[in-house]
């Protein structure tokens, strides 16, 4: 019965974590161009913040939560100062007001992503469970109350409004305090914590990995394939707004948040495939698949519309899981085998920092200026757009294939 109410305490955490990041992560571009009439390199711009605060925040947090406050509680006092900015921004409509408050935003809100894991392990740790076995099924409710944020915020109405950003700061200040009052304790780890720099913390020493010219490729992939990973959650509601006047009664257009919430449906499926796809062909080939797949996650956003091109919207859906997935898993699960024990942990927040951090900040900016390039009197025309991230993704999948040398039984083992 205890563990049952542990599971059931678990997945209410982890089901409002991400239905606060999915209330607005996918639908505030839309709002930002359409509503606020934000230039592409803004909103870009606007967007790399998530990549500014992951570059250090996750480190500073986790010493906190190490030395001096609890996990659980930590995760509550950031969460309800998220809802404090993000009411703070439902008043903001100029980019000089909303950037500064949107960097305050990610440095609270992309620690807690950490935190939530943190305060699961430690509480499935002390009643005994599985943690491997038992956490997924926890986790997976994550992506479940993401996809429902989107859905509210789509069938409400509030994908073009600041309504958006209402839904979300009630589920952060109703997340806020159930981390306080509901979550099981999860304390500093003193003895342990007076072992870990801020050095260690912030995956500085990682770096070391860079000697190694096989780790160095891999990183510097990593890096640039991790500044298209936002790109579509960035401009995807812009460019299906784009349709509205040729395709108004559309699905697509009137319900883009739906439509675009299929990615993450497919992404729960793709992690399921994702043992039978290493077991056959190893890392190197399924982080290739990974970089073919984001090519057709924009390839088919170029040559699709809302009317007779509607199958390549979706199309573009059902591949993105692949395209997430298997090179975030694959990748993390590389740089597990390929690390010496004593900074696997430093290893796994470098290649976050390189692809959620650094990564993202390129691909902010870049994929700003790439719209903007292509914009006239606030209209964008897409195509060729998305066939210059699909251009880049496939020189990112044949310059990695090429340079990348790795032997795949190596890690079958």
């Given at each position: 019965m205890q563990k049952s109410k542990l599971k059931l305490q678990l997945t209410v955490m982890n089901y409002l974590q991400f239905f606060v990041w999915g209330s607005w992560l996918i639908s505030l571009g839309g709002y930002m161009m359409s509503t606020l009439h934000f230039r592409g390199m803004q909103v870009g711009s606007i967007y790399a913040t998530m990549g500014i605060a992951s570059l250090f925040m996750p480190g500073v947090v986790g010493i906190i939560a190490d030395k001096y406050i609890n996990a659980e509680k930590l995760l509550g006092i950031l969460h309800l100062i998220g809802a404090c900015i993000l009411i703070a921004l439902t008043r903001t409509t100029s980019f000089g007001g909303m950037y500064p408050l949107m960097l305050l935003l990610c440095m609270c809100y992309m620690p807690t992503i950490a935190l939530v894991n943190t305060?699961?392990?430690?509480?499935?740790?002390?009643?005994?469970?599985?943690?491997?076995?038992?956490?997924?099924?926890?986790?997976?409710?994550?992506?479940?109350?993401?996809?429902?944020?989107?859905?509210?915020?789509?069938?409400?109405?509030?994908?073009?409004?600041?309504?958006?950003?209402?839904?979300?700061?009630?589920?952060?200040?109703?997340?806020?305090?159930?981390?306080?009052?509901?979550?099981?304790?999860?304390?500093?780890?003193?003895?342990?914590?007076?072992?870990?720099?801020?050095?260690?913390?912030?995956g500085l020493n990682a770096f070391v990995l860079f000697k190694q010219k096989k780790m160095a490729i891999f990183f510097i992939f990593s890096m640039l394939l991790g500044a298209a990973l936002q790109i579509t959650n960035?401009?995807?509601?812009?460019?299906?707004?784009?349709?509205?006047?040729?395709?108004?009664?559309?699905?697509?257009?009137?319900?883009?948040?739906?439509?675009?919430?299929?990615?993450?449906?497919?992404?729960?499926?793709?992690?399921?495939?994702?043992?039978?796809?290493?077991?056959?062909?190893?890392?190197?080939?399924?982080?290739?698949?990974?970089?073919?797949?984001?090519?057709?996650?924009?390839?088919?956003?170029?040559?699709?519309?809302?009317?007779?091109?509607?199958i390549f919207l979706i199309l573009s859906m059902v591949v993105y899981g692949m395209a997430f997935d298997f090179f975030n898993i694959s990748g993390s699960l590389f740089v597990e085998k390929e690390t010496d024990a004593s900074i696997r942990g430093a290893a796994q927040g470098l290649f976050m920092i390189m692809t959620n951090g650094i990564g993202a900040i390129i691909g902010g900016f870049a994929s700003g200026k790439v719209v903007e390039m292509f914009t006239s009197d606030k209209v964008t025309n897409w195509q060729p757009v998305w066939f210059i991230f699909a251009g880049y993704a496939l020189v990112i999948a044949i310059l990695f294939s090429i340079f990348f040398k790795y032997k795949e039984q190596d890690l079958k083992k």
């Open positions: 305060v699961a392990y430690n509480a499935m740790g002390k009643a005994n469970m599985d943690v491997v076995k038992e956490f997924p099924p926890i986790r997976v409710w994550g992506t479940v109350g993401f996809i429902c944020a989107m859905w509210l915020v789509d069938l409400s109405g509030s994908d073009r409004s600041n309504a958006q950003l209402y839904i979300a700061a009630v589920a952060a200040a109703v997340l806020g305090i159930y981390a306080i009052c509901c979550l099981p304790c999860c304390p500093p780890n003193k003895d342990q914590s007076k072992k870990k720099s801020i050095v260690d913390a912030l960035t401009f995807g509601n812009p460019f299906l707004d784009s349709f509205a006047s040729e395709y108004s009664d559309s699905f697509a257009v009137q319900h883009p948040n739906v439509l675009l919430s299929l990615s993450q449906m497919s992404e729960t499926l793709f992690i399921l495939a994702i043992p039978f796809f290493l077991g056959r062909y190893g890392i190197k080939k399924v982080m290739i698949m990974s970089m073919i797949a984001w090519v057709l996650r924009f390839g088919l956003f170029g040559i699709g519309n809302p009317g007779s091109g509607f």
